[in-house]
């Protein structure tokens, strides 16, 4: 694929956008998006998918349609795997990426303390991607000349059980096939995030944009999935039967701790309409929580 040919999958993916008014920030979120899905392809030439699916909000993007930018690709063995090790990819995965044109480097990061989550970085100089796929010096020029586009990519090596699967395909960069965790599956994670991740001093809005994002769209939840999420996260214990009104009941007590204000702050850069977070309160996820379905 030449360089040139990436710069048309960006005209042909973003047909409904004028690139030439597009902020620097805008130019680079759509290099992110794109670079995403090369890493995708790039996966499904290996036998990645045979032991592992798609999940989070990036995968909530690009299969579902969800109207936020995320910034990292999530997976999940299907079963456990303590040996498993994400950097026996890294070749495959870049002499695929340089097939399609792309100057990428791939690196492991490397934690201090002992992890189930894998985790890995696509990087790659912001100048070089803007040439790649914009072809324009002057946007180039926009960028410092040692600045970076990163993408992160995490592999859970000890996942919960209960998760069901399906088969997605994608036309870009070119037509692959994806595993990923279906609908119910996705929302169980989400409302596991919304129960159980630590956001510190870091509210995360990302976290409630993307529940109201699966209320809209009307799909139940995993409830086995998220029971051995909420065990494995010590939330409850194996002899709670976690029934839907406990879930409800959990979620409407963490809304009442909420920083409104922080979530919204948190989510503004990753969304094109801001009025949408107007109604956002305890009240209004409360009550868009009355009729919360299990698969």
Not at 9 to 33: A, G, H, M
Not at 274 to 281: A, C, F, T
Request: proline share 4%; glycine share 2%; aromatic share 14%.
């Amino acid at each position: 694929m030449s360089e040139n040919m990436l710069r048309q999958l960006i005209i042909r993916k973003y047909s409904n956008i004028d690139i030439q008014v597009l902020t620097p920030l805008q130019r680079t979120t759509l290099i992110r998006e794109v670079l995403q899905e090369c890493l995708l392809y790039a996966l499904s030439r290996t036998n990645f998918f045979d032991h592992a699916a798609f999940y989070g909000g990036t995968a909530l993007r690009i299969f579902y349609k969800l109207p936020r930018f995320s910034e990292d690709l999530d997976f999940s063995l299907t079963s456990a795997n303590p040996d498993f090790d994400i950097t026996r990819y890294f070749n495959q995965i870049h002499r695929i990426l340089a097939e399609l044109g792309l100057s990428i480097d791939i690196q492991v990061k490397h934690k201090t303390k002992k992890s189930t989550i894998q985790s890995a970085f696509l990087k790659g100089n912001t100048r070089i991607q803007i040439l790649t796929f914009y072809l324009n010096e002057e946007y180039a020029r926009q960028y410092a000349s040692n600045e970076t586009v990163t993408i992160k990519f995490e592999v859970d090596t000890d996942p919960p059980e209960g998760a069901s699967y399906k088969h997605h395909f994608s036309l870009y960069p070119i037509p692959y096939e994806v595993k990923l965790y279906d609908g119910p599956s996705l929302f169980a994670g989400k409302l596991h995030a919304v129960l159980c991740r630590n956001w510190k001093s870091r509210t995360k809005g990302r976290d409630l944009y993307d529940y109201v994002f699966y209320r809209q769209m009307n799909i139940p939840f995993n409830r086995e999935h998220l029971r051995q999420r909420l065990i494995q996260s010590h939330f409850i214990d194996h002899s709670n039967a976690c029934t839907l009104e406990e879930i409800k009941s959990w979620l409407n007590q963490r809304f009442d701790t909420i920083d409104y204000t922080a979530a919204k702050t948190d989510v503004f850069p990753f969304i094109e309409n801001p009025r949408e977070l107007d109604v956002w309160s305890a009240e209004f996820f409360k009550a868009i929580t009355c009729d919360l379905q299990a698969a």
